[in-house]
């Protein structure tokens, strides 16, 4: 019995140093995150929500970011944020939105969780030629796994019901070139600024994914976001500017109609309208909707 209990405080010993090393090294890695700089290829794949995979370039210098990716329906897209604020780019049309929100990667996520210290630690491997750890809060994991020199070799960000998972290859220094292009991002673009921004907390608080989009006919201007509630499911919300509200007024009937929603919409102006669909009454669409702007 005494040699049991022996082995018992050396294995609560064992687990304690274990822990404080994962933190330690979680530590670490985040502060290097933050602070590098570097150019590195990314393969993001999504599945879940929505179903998506796409090769792309980051060019990152401390805080700041530029990522762009092709398709042959956009041509060269993709999203900054350095000293001018934050946008998501369309090179092709030179063209530069303003988001409602910050704009976010996983890896932004995965900083974020960290720093408010809402965690814990369920996995920590030393391997010969990499480092792994898994960490979660409730029904949200991130798993990393990085190298000797605390650069991300893999990112896996996952709930019951979406993950997305990012390859990283390729690290380089950044050149003077990459840091030009990323100060630059938005030089010659046209800029679109909303009217409006969203709350950032309000959105985490509500939803636990997004995604925005944004298209223009060169005059008017629709912003669409998707969005996952794990209280009230899938909904989309539509904020249109620079036309009159029943433009957005008979659109957002139109697809709800042909989705099976229910909608709300908020005139904010006499040239600008939000909409919120969601297959829950307009009561609590409209109450979801103030809480956001």
Do not use: C
Not at 90 to 102: H, M, Q
Not at 130 to 149: C, H, P, Q
Not at 250 to 268: D, W
Not at 271 to 278: Q, R
């Amino acid at each position: 019995m005494k040699k049991l209990s022996v082995l018992v405080v050396l294995l609560l010993v064992v687990g304690l140093a274990v822990g404080k090393d994962a933190v330690e090294e979680l530590t670490t890695l985040i502060d290097v995150l933050k602070n590098s700089s570097y150019e590195v290829d990314r393969y993001v794949q999504e599945s879940g929500i929505v179903t998506t995979a796409k090769n792309e370039r980051v060019i990152k210098s401390g805080p700041y970011k530029l990522v762009t990716s092709y398709s042959s329906a956009k041509g060269e897209f993709g999203w900054v944020r350095n000293s001018s604020g934050h946008f998501a780019i369309f090179r092709t049309r030179s063209i530069a939105f303003e988001p409602l929100t910050k704009i976010k990667d996983v890896e932004d996520n995965f900083i974020d969780l960290v720093n408010r210290k809402s965690y814990v630690v369920d996995l920590f491997l030393d391997l010969p030629n990499s480092r792994k750890i898994t960490i979660s809060s409730g029904d949200l994991t991130f798993e990393a796994t990085y190298d000797d020199n605390y650069k991300l070799l893999k990112l896996v960000k996952s709930y019951p019901f979406h993950t997305i998972s990012a390859s990283y290859r390729g690290y380089s220094e950044m050149s003077h070139e990459a840091l030009t292009k990323l100060s630059n991002a938005t030089e010659g673009m046209i800029i679109i600024r909303p009217p409006i921004y969203f709350s950032e907390a309000m959105l985490e608080k509500h939803f636990a994914w997004s995604s925005m989009d944004f298209a223009t006919d060169g005059k008017t201007y629709l912003y669409t976001v998707l969005m996952y509630s794990i209280e009230y499911g899938r909904m989309v919300l539509y904020f249109s500017f620079n036309t009159e509200p029943d433009y957005l007024q008979k659109f957002s009937a139109q697809m709800a109609q042909a989705n099976g929603y229910s909608y709300a919409i908020e005139r904010l102006s006499e040239n600008s309208a939000i909409s919120l669909l969601g297959m829950i009454d307009t009561e609590t669409l409209s109450s979801l909707l103030e809480d956001l702007y």
